[in-house]
């Protein structure tokens, strides 16, 4: 079973270019997650999906925009990349019913020069 | 604001050396509270959800329980294989709770050395 599958899974980048990280997942969960990992902060949600057609704002949006393609695949835009976003990128998922835990992609590394 | 605080940041025991995680929060209402665990390079893997207090759930050497205002993780006679990070999250009635959002708390760094 895949479950969750985050591409590509490292990249570099240089401070001002764009990129897209993908996101799918093969459960047919309806809500899905973005977050970042950050040494000392903990994982933070970026942007949320609670079902397919709608997107809403985590606790640190700014920088990024989100698209959620269709119910599999949630992607996570960074128009013009930072230093400051250096991260580690988190996708996850869950079913929408009661409290279903979230699962979760194994990441993507991401460090902006 | 809700919270939640893990301690200690790091542990480290010996083979068979019992202990326990800590996970205390504060918030308006608690809908879940969730244990996950995460090895380096990966995501974090789900363990428990814990919905009232006093309720337990066990998985081999790992038991999490949970009270009003915290939640322990006891690991019971640990292996290397348990060494990782063990993540506490919660879901609350605020702070998009109605769709599964969760607050997670910074982890703690388990070692355990043969």
């Known amino acids: 079973n895949a479950g969750v599958t985050q591409t590509p899974k490292f990249q570099v980048l240089k401070t001002g270019q764009s990129m897209t990280l993908q996101c799918a997942q093969d459960m047919n969960h309806n809500s899905m997650y973005w977050y970042r990992q950050d040494p000392g902060m903990g994982l933070r949600l970026i942007y949320y999906s609670a079902s397919e057609g709608t997107t809403d704002k985590g606790e640190v949006p700014n920088g990024y925009n989100v698209s959620r393609l269709n119910k599999r695949e949630f992607s996570l835009r960074l128009e013009s990349a930072a230093p400051s976003q250096t991260s580690v990128y988190f996708c996850?998922?869950?079913?929408?019913?009661?409290?279903?835990?979230?699962?979760f992609g194994d990441g993507t590394r991401l460090s902006i020069l | 604001e809700d919270q939640v605080t893990q301690s200690p940041e790091a542990l480290r025991l010996q083979e068979g050396e019992s202990s326990s995680l800590n996970c205390s929060y504060t918030v308006s209402g608690l809908r879940g509270l969730f244990w996950y665990r995460q090895d380096p390079g990966k995501g974090p893997e789900f363990l428990f959800t814990?919905?009232?207090a006093g309720e337990e759930k066990e998985k081999e050497r790992l038991k999490a329980t949970l009270t009003k205002k915290e939640s322990f993780l006891h690991i019971t006679a640990p292996k290397p294989e348990d060494s990782a990070t063990y993540l506490c999250?919660?879901?609350?009635?605020?702070?998009?709770?109605?769709?599964?959002?969760?607050?997670f708390g910074k982890g703690t760094k388990l070692s355990v050395k043969p």
């Open positions: 814990l919905y009232s």
């Open positions: 999250a919660v879901r609350t009635f605020h702070y998009g709770g109605s769709q599964g959002n969760l607050i």
């Open positions: 996850a998922s869950r079913r929408q019913n009661s409290n279903q835990p979230q699962h």
